[in-house]
């Protein structure tokens, strides 16, 4: 079954910091990839997406992704993060003979950002 | 902005009770997919509606249903509430034709619906 790990539950970084969040998937074929991001009380945005080529993928915001099917993960960075960054990034996989409706999402990462 | 629009923003409902959420879709769309988000939890895919049939849905029981509409807005009822029905309700829309994959899937701000 299509399921997506995000391992880290809450990460706190201080502005102008790095940042990697985690996001494995498992999936039989090759996977639709997304990246969401949700703020308090807002609904969910896409960050960026991942189908196939360029296994490096621009966001928006600022954010990358890297598509690595050895390690079935899909991470996601920002070199410099603002403090507007701090909120919830949900991880997802497209579900098999799903469009971009139908996704199945991680449990998400909560991010911090220290001044 | 999305141009997803769902009503109401909250809600309190009592166990047992009926309820009834509704979403408009972004102009232009066609696909409306609806999810439960439970607190502390990823957004769970419940249901999607393309040209007015359920086209997919997730392990969700049968008192969750929903309809579309000819103008592509849906509703999602859910009957015999349950404590723990008690969550975000997320509706996304998006365009299909042929292509599966279709558009890019726009979310509302959802639901917050609580059962007491």
């Known amino acids: 079954a299509q399921s997506v790990t995000q391992p880290d539950i809450h990460i706190t970084v201080s502005e102008g910091a790095s940042l990697e969040l985690r996001c494995n998937y498992s999936?039989?074929?090759?996977?639709?990839l997304f990246w969401y991001v949700q703020s308090p009380g807002q609904g969910l945005q896409l960050l960026l997406k991942?189908?196939?080529?360029?296994?490096l993928v621009q966001g928006i915001k600022g954010f990358e992704a890297e598509f690595k099917r050895s390690q079935s993960s899909f991470n996601l960075r920002k070199p410099s993060v603002h403090w507007s960054d701090a909120a919830e990034y949900f991880c997802a996989v497209g579900a098999s003979g799903g469009s971009q409706g139908n996704l199945i999402f991680g449990k998400g990462t909560k991010l911090s950002v220290k001044p | 902005e999305t141009g997803v629009t769902q009503s109401p923003t909250h809600l309190i409902k009592t166990r047992g009770q009926q309820v009834t959420l509704r979403c408009s879709s972004q102009?232009?769309?066609?696909?409306v997919s609806w999810y439960q988000q439970a607190l502390g939890q990823g957004p769970q895919f419940i249901f999607q509606y393309y040209r007015e049939e359920e086209n997919g849905r997730g392990n969700f029981p049968p008192r969750f249903s929903g309809l579309q509409f000819p103008n592509y807005s849906s509703e999602l009822n859910v009957n015999a509430l349950e404590l723990d029905d008690s969550a975000l309700y997320l509706c996304?829309?998006?365009?299909?034709?042929?292509?599966?994959?279709?558009?890019?899937?726009?979310f509302g701000q959802g639901t917050r619906l609580t059962v007491v």
């Open positions: 991942y189908f196939s080529g360029d296994t």
């Open positions: 102009s232009g769309h066609n696909t």
């Open positions: 999936y039989g074929a090759t996977p639709y």
């Open positions: 996304a829309s998006s365009f299909r034709t042929g292509n599966l994959l279709g558009t890019e899937a726009f």
